[in-house]
């Protein structure tokens, strides 16, 4: 079975980072695009990033773009996603997503939430 | 860069009532990344449909995809009580503003 478990949410201030974690198993991770979703409270959804299999592409949404760093470690099965200089705007749960070439975005975690707020 | 524009915003609609929901793209895109989505209060997403028309495993056949270039239509034939949430239709990295079914 498909698992894809997010962590790392929690309350910062503005200005503040964190790093969010996806834990994914029952599939062999190393062969899936990766992304990230985030959807702010009573919003609906917005891509943040993508990161290919291999790490060799990756893609940010404009609006985080220079903030937000998206990393993955195959060999750990995990997907990250390093927030810096947060902001209120970034209020929101964040989704972990998988990729197939096939099917799409089949797979996705039960989010995390971030909030930002002094 | 593509918008998608879903309506209606809210669908009013009762059980084993046929449901329709469209989904306009602001240009041409392909079929083969344009997909649907359902979410239930504090879920995750889930996966309908995808390249426009084919159901992902486990969908009931009551749901449906069609649609080419820039407009795009999810049915569902008959509403079940469960079917009753915000679906949303994805063109690449792109979401629809979402519509709400919900039971009248």
């Known amino acids: 079975e498909v698992q894809l478990v997010e962590s790392g949410g929690g309350l910062v201030k503005p200005g503040g980072s964190l790093r969010l974690s996806c834990a994914a198993s029952?599939?062999?991770?190393?062969?899936?695009?990766m992304n990230w979703v985030r959807q702010a409270p009573g919003k609906g959804l917005e891509w943040v990033s993508s990161?290919?299999?291999?790490?060799?592409?990756?893609y940010y949404a404009d609006s985080v773009k220079g903030r937000f760093t998206i990393s993955r470690d195959n060999a750990k099965n995990s997907l990250y996603l390093q927030m810096n200089s947060l902001r209120a705007e970034d209020t929101a749960v964040y989704y972990c997503?998988?990729?197939?070439?096939?099917?799409?975005?089949?797979?996705w975690g039960q989010g995390t939430l971030v909030t930002v707020s002094s | 860069e593509i918008v998608l524009t879903q309506s209606p915003g809210t669908l009013s609609l009762s059980p084993g009532e046929r449901a329709t929901l469209s989904c306009r793209a602001s240009q041409s895109v392909s079929s083969s990344y344009l997909a649907w989505y359902q979410q239930k209060p504090g879920q995750a997403p889930r996966l309908l449909i995808y390249g426009a028309s084919s159901r992902a495993t486990g969908i009931p056949d009551r749901f449906s995809g069609s649609g080419s270039g820039t407009d795009f239509t999810l049915t569902i034939s008959r509403l079940e009580p469960e079917d009753f949430a915000v679906y949303y239709c994805?063109?690449?990295?792109?979401f629809g503003g979402g519509t709400k079914v919900e039971i009248k």
């Open positions: 994805q063109q690449a990295l792109t």
């Open positions: 990161i290919s299999s291999s790490s060799s592409y990756i």
């Open positions: 029952g599939f062999t991770f190393s062969s899936y695009s």
């Open positions: 997503a998988s990729y197939d070439i096939l099917t799409g975005w089949g797979d």
